[in-house]
């Protein structure tokens, strides 16, 4: 596609359960990351992948996050036990090089 | 700290120019950059600026870059309405880093 796609584009959940959230970047890019953006507050950083190496994870808030990311291309962010304070708009960066940046529209998750 | 700073608002009047300031964290910070979300779209990277330059200008749009100070601002002339967005600066310091964003509000 020509652009970063992310689904599903919104997700209401039950306290407890576990959701994963999908970002399918720009075909050939490099890196991806996730960040997540809660009502009115800027964009934190959760996971960064970088081509082959070690994802850096260090923005995740707890160990009921994790995220993979299968061949170099699509990437799953997955949280367990969801809770309330997770609820917020998932948003996923497709780049390139330092100027070819494109985000997805989100996803928005709504833990009930 | 990962702390990217900037003001909240700002509410400028169609025509005038408006300037979002920014105070980064990091130094070594290669690249920083400004990006415009609009309601309910995405983000957008709207220009960026090498941390070797002071200023970068692009049509209506000027950055300006202070190392000493660690300060970035980011100056629309003639503002019009369909410029009324949240702005976010970030750095590049080997991951992006981004500030909680400025409302910007343009009235007719």
């Known amino acids: 596609g020509a652009g970063v796609s992310q689904s599903p584009s919104n997700k209401v959940t039950e306290k407890g359960k576990d959701v994963e959230l999908r970002c399918d970047p720009i075909s050939g890019h490099t890196a991806l990351y996730w960040y997540r953006q809660s009502l009115g507050q800027g964009l934190e950083f959760l996971i960064y992948f970088q081509g082959n190496s070690a994802p850096d994870k260090s923005g995740l808030p707890s160990d009921r996050f994790s995220a993979e990311r299968t061949g170099g291309s699509v990437s799953t962010l997955t949280i367990q036990r969801t809770q309330q304070e997770d609820s917020a708009v998932y948003l996923c960066?497709?780049?390139?090089?330092?100027?070819?940046?494109?985000f997805g529209p989100g996803t928005r998750l709504t833990v009930l | 700290g990962e702390d990217v700073e900037q003001s909240l608002f700002l509410s400028v009047r169609e025509g005038d120019s408006s300037v979002i300031n920014c105070t980064y964290t990091d130094s070594s910070s290669t690249y920083l950059y400004w990006y415009k979300q609009e309601p309910g779209a995405g983000l957008q990277l709207l220009t960026y600026i090498f941390s070797n330059m002071d200023m970068k200008q692009d049509q209506r749009l000027t950055v300006l870059l202070n190392k000493k100070d660690k300060h970035l601002s980011l100056r629309i002339a003639d503002t019009q309405t369909g410029d009324s967005a949240i702005y976010f600066c970030?750095?590049?310091?080997?991951?992006?880093?981004f500030g909680q964003g400025t409302e910007l509000s343009v009235k007719p």
């Open positions: 970030a750095e590049l310091e080997g991951k992006l880093i």
């Open positions: 960066a497709s780049i390139q090089n330092y100027n070819e940046q494109f």
